[in-house]
């Protein structure tokens, strides 16, 4: 199993960037999937996390800014961020977990490799 993140890069303040997450190695059409991130110095944050359902839940700090969603064909998880912050700088990386509750509570059965954003003032 093997989840990979791309998209990151360096963009300025109040600009967008989109992350995607490819799943390979099995299908998670039915479990949850999300976005985590973390910057040097501070703990793993859950940034967004989507039911197999559809579901979604943002965390505070991002929310009407980045959007979460998700193609059970294509096996890939999405991360929309818009009007991006430089403290929105961090390393992406996205995780599985059996429902966003477990998501919430950092319970995840599997997670990849990130991919860097920063944002500059």
């Known amino acids: 199993v093997q989840l990979q993140a791309y998209g990151g890069g360096l963009v300025q303040a109040r600009g967008s960037l989109r992350l995607s997450c490819a799943a390979s190695?099995?299908?998670?059409?039915?479990?949850?999937m999300g976005w985590y991130r973390q910057a040097p110095g501070k703990e793993r944050e859950l940034v967004a996390g989507?039911?197999?359902?559809?579901?979604?839940y943002h965390a505070d700090s991002v929310k009407g800014r980045f959007t979460i969603s998700r193609d059970n064909a294509k096996n890939t998880l999405y991360l929309q961020m818009n009007s991006l912050k430089p403290e929105d700088t961090a390393n992406y990386y996205c995780?599985?977990?059996?429902?966003?509750?477990?998501?919430?509570?950092?319970?995840?059965?599997?997670w990849g490799k990130g991919t860097q954003v920063t944002v500059s003032s």
């Open positions: 989507i039911s197999s359902g559809g579901t979604t």
């Open positions: 995780a599985v977990g059996g429902s966003i509750a477990n998501l919430v509570k950092g319970s995840m059965n599997y």
């Open positions: 190695g099995r299908t998670f059409g039915a479990h949850a």
